[in-house]
């Protein structure tokens, strides 16, 4: 199961706010040896909107959104759900419960549009204010607000997912070429990937006093050591020296 992530609000892409999702986001699926395979920012225009979660609502992916979900104008991700999915907006008996519960008499006549849901939706506790999420196939929508949108991303992963786990690759080496070409390197990179497709290959070149190439292996131990080697003998092979990450350190 792929990973992925939607940050939803013009005020992020004019620099008014500052994302403060991806990184935590990063760190709370990384203590369970997750990490996300795709992040898109996209601001509150109803095209765009609409275009990403045409995109993410057609894979299988799970998916955490964070922003959009209020009442105002501006808020379209509950509306633009339902449209991309093709399903009614509907007062969702929990949600309204929720509402009611915490705000009586004024959750009417607005904050009672937010347990309008798309038809199939399930809640997502919201501990400050109970105002909740939503869940959809396997996304999960949330506030944009982080003190109410993390506990839900803990929640979503310890309730709905316990035993989505270890996914990321279980090993990584590192070494670095000094004074390296890509292209030099360029056969044996292809060979790699080629033979070794879930592997994760990088190469990451560096400019500065001492130019280097950092080139990454990411999976099953095994099929490192034998790609790593297939690395290294090119490397010498091409007149060049590698060294190990800890050597560099």
Known sequence: MNIGALIIGDELLSGKRQDQHFNRLQSVLAQRGLELSWTI????????????????????????????????PDDRTRQTVARVANVDLEPHPQATAEIEAQYGEQAYPNRILMGHLPVGSRIIPNTINRVPGFSFADHHFMPGFPEMAWPMIEWVLDNLY????????????IIFVPHGRESDLLPVMMKIVENYPTIRFSSLPHMGETPHIELSLRGHTEQIDEAMALLKSAIENANLRWINQLDKA
């Open 41 to 72: 920012i996209v601001g509150d225009e109803p095209e765009q909107l609409e275009r990403f979660l045409n995109f993410s609502l057609s894979t299988k992916d799970l998916v955490f959104s964070f922003g959009g979900i209020g009442a105002t």
């Open 162 to 173: 316990p035993d989505l786990r270890n996914l990321s690759p279980q090993d990584e080496q």
